[in-house]
């Protein structure tokens, strides 16, 4: 008996055309996890791909540990495979299924036969392996409306599958079907959250991160380095731009009013982001802004970020709740990080009295006062890249 991993297809299994190129991106992605952990056939059928171990070694819970973070599955279910006959099936499912069906009081079988040569018919197949295992566990119930466990029987084109456990898988598509995009990056609970959720939705996403020795600390980038270690199971590889942003914030606070400080520095984050995504061809800026947490993000003020910026900026946790934005941070397991105390460059010369409502032109009207346009240049110019392989820099 051989375990494999039925990894299902999640949104990509309704893609008309275009479906074999997410599916080359997603296998690509799969097998780029996997590899650390020993050698893998991969067989694509029927929006399954069929992951089977090359030797008995493979540690098959963190294979699963693994897949349970790659963007474009919708479920990964471990699975024994069997020759198409119905009475191997039976006697060799028994001890596979011991461990699911040992603590268990109710069960049912769904069988699936997409293999119409095989002999049996579903109903069929759900009788003759029901029965085996009441056989086997006389103490076990069938109940088919909420059983405790769910034994599956596929006949496919290639063999038997049985199995009784489905892990839901992270959703989304596959990551690089989309483009690539900035994220601004801070060292706070938000944005790390807003790159969970457009690698979701396939984009490759790369960092930038604005700090101001010595009013920030080395241990905020540190911060801010290993958020990016720990989105890497999601994003894959992360580059990290570190832009030197003190000289900056220091030009503001002494020539511009201080009621304006946040919002002139978030426009400026906002022109060297776009700077550094024209050269490095991202295609967007993606932020941790939520609509009204602070008074950056009152509607007036995302307005006013959002005029210096060319590209698009998305904004995934736009309409979420602290709580909501909490919760995932502490499924993706950035929440602990993100919490340590360490200030970032925005609480560097906050004003007493931020402007909730800030006019665009008269924003305008008080950056244009001095040139910030060399700084811009030498910040860029002294930019430091950083780069993230899952769970190490490289
Ligand atoms: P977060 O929890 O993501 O830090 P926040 O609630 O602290 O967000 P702000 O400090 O107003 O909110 O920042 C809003 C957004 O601006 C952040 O989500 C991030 O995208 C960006 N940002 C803030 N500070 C930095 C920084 N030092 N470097 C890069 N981006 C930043
Ligand atoms: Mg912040």
């Given at each position: 008996?051989?375990?494999?991993?039925?990894?299902?297809?999640g949104?990509?299994?309704?893609?008309?055309?275009?479906?074999?190129?997410?599916?080359?991106?997603?296998?690509?992605?799969?097998?780029?996890?996997?590899?650390?952990?020993?050698?893998?056939n991969?067989?694509?059928?029927?929006?399954?791909?069929?992951?089977?171990?090359?030797?008995?070694?493979?540690?098959m819970?963190?294979?699963?540990?693994?897949?349970?973070?790659?963007?474009g599955?919708?479920a990964?279910?471990?699975?024994?495979?069997?020759q198409k006959?119905?009475?191997?099936?039976?006697?060799?499912?028994?001890?596979?299924?011991?461990?699911?069906l040992?603590?268990?009081?109710?069960?049912?079988?769904?069988?699936?036969?997409?293999?119409?040569?095989?002999?049996?018919?579903s109903?069929?197949?759900?009788?003759?392996?029901?029965?085996?295992?009441?056989?086997?566990?006389?103490?076990?119930?069938?109940?088919?409306?909420?059983?405790?466990?769910?034994?599956?029987?596929?006949i496919?084109d290639?063999?038997a599958?049985?199995?009784?456990e489905?892990?839901?898988?992270?959703?989304?598509?596959?990551?690089g079907?989309?483009g690539?995009a900035?994220?601004?990056?801070?060292?706070?609970?938000?944005?790390?959250?807003?790159?969970?959720?457009?690698a979701?939705?396939?984009?490759?996403?790369?960092?930038?991160?604005?700090?101001?020795?010595?009013?920030?600390?080395?241990?905020?980038?540190?911060?801010?380095q290993?958020?990016?270690?720990?989105?890497t199971?999601?994003c894959?590889?992360?580059?990290?731009?570190?832009?030197?942003?003190?000289?900056?914030?220091?030009?503001?606070?002494?020539?511009?009013?201080?009621?304006?400080?946040?919002?002139?520095?978030?426009?400026?984050?906002?022109?060297?982001?776009?700077?550094?995504?024209?050269?490095?061809?991202y295609?967007?800026l993606i932020?941790?802004?939520?609509?009204?947490?602070?008074?950056?993000?009152?509607?007036?003020?995302?307005?006013c970020?959002?005029?210096?910026s060319?590209?698009?900026?998305?904004?995934?946790?736009?309409?979420?709740?602290?709580?909501?934005?909490?919760?995932?941070?502490?499924?993706?397991?950035?929440?602990?990080?993100?919490?340590?105390?360490?200030?970032?460059?925005?609480?560097?010369?906050?004003?007493r009295?931020?402007?909730?409502?800030?006019?665009?032109?008269?924003i305008?009207?008080?950056?244009?006062r001095f040139?910030?346009?060399?700084?811009i240049?030498?910040?860029?110019?002294?930019t430091v890249?950083?780069?993230?392989?899952?769970?190490?820099?490289?």
């Amino acid at each position: 008996m051989k375990e494999i991993i039925m990894a299902k297809y999640g949104e990509i299994a309704l893609k008309g055309l275009n479906k074999s190129t997410f599916e080359d991106i997603l296998l690509k992605n799969i097998k780029r996890r996997l590899k650390p952990l020993g050698s893998f056939n991969y067989t694509r059928k029927q929006s399954t791909i069929y992951i089977e171990p090359c030797d008995d070694n493979i540690d098959m819970g963190e294979v699963k540990e693994r897949l349970k973070t790659v963007f474009g599955l919708g479920a990964i279910q471990p699975s024994a495979v069997f020759q198409k006959d119905m009475d191997e099936v039976k006697a060799q499912c028994i001890p596979y299924l011991k461990d699911a069906l040992d603590l268990a009081r109710t069960f049912k079988v769904e069988a699936k036969r997409s293999d119409k040569s095989f002999p049996l018919k579903s109903p069929d197949i759900q009788l003759a392996l029901g029965d085996a295992i009441l056989d086997a566990y006389p103490n076990l119930k069938v109940d088919v409306h909420d059983p405790e466990v769910t034994v599956k029987c596929e006949i496919r084109d290639i063999g038997a599958y049985v199995s009784a456990e489905r892990i839901i898988g992270a959703g989304g598509i596959p990551v690089g079907s989309s483009g690539k995009a900035l994220l601004l990056l801070s060292g706070g609970i938000d944005s790390p959250v807003a790159a969970y959720m457009m690698a979701k939705r396939g984009l490759i996403v790369d960092g930038i991160h604005f700090q101001s020795p010595p009013y920030t600390s080395e241990r905020a980038l540190i911060k801010v380095q290993t958020l990016c270690e720990k989105l890497t199971p999601y994003c894959g590889d992360i580059r990290l731009h570190c832009v030197p942003f003190t000289e900056i914030q220091e030009a503001l606070r002494d020539n511009c009013p201080e009621e304006f400080f946040t919002i002139i520095m978030r426009r400026l984050m906002m022109k060297i982001a776009n700077i550094v995504a024209e050269r490095d061809g991202y295609g967007a800026l993606i932020t941790g802004e939520s609509m009204g947490q602070v008074a950056s993000q009152t509607l007036k003020a995302i307005q006013c970020t959002d005029a210096a910026s060319k590209l698009p900026v998305f904004r995934p946790v736009i309409g979420m709740d602290k709580k909501e934005i909490t919760d995932i941070a502490r499924k993706i397991d950035t929440f602990e990080t993100s919490i340590l105390p360490y200030e970032d460059c925005c609480t560097v010369f906050t004003p007493r009295h931020p402007k909730t409502r800030p006019v665009l032109s008269e924003i305008e009207e008080a950056e244009s006062r001095f040139d910030f346009a060399p700084l811009i240049e030498k910040a860029v110019k002294e930019t430091v890249l950083y780069k993230y392989r899952v769970g190490e820099e490289y």
